[in-house]
């Protein structure tokens, strides 16, 4: 009998006080020339294992009061 192929398991989705909390990090530790985007911390959080939107990552960013690229280029 063949076995199916071994899939790694997927982390658990985080929280979303846990993803903000994870926002908040990525973005502290950019680099302030340049910030990185709402669609670039979305591919980060991606390749984390916790696959999110654009739109749900400026979502929880806005709610915890981070600020959007723009405004945290320094």
């Known amino acids: 009998f063949a ?3 071994h ?3 997927a982390p658990a989705p985080l929280a979303p006080a846990a993803l903000t909390a994870r926002i908040a990090e990525l973005i502290a530790a950019e680099d302030a020339a340049a910030p990185l985007t709402d669609a670039a911390l979305a591919e980060s959080l991606a390749a984390e294992g916790q696959p999110v939107s654009r739109r749900v990552v400026a979502k ?3 709610a915890a009061g981070l600020t959007a690229r723009a405004a945290r280029r320094r």
């Open 3 to 5: 076995r199916p192929p």
């Open 7 to 9: 899939r790694a398991e």
């Open 60 to 62: 929880l960013r806005a």
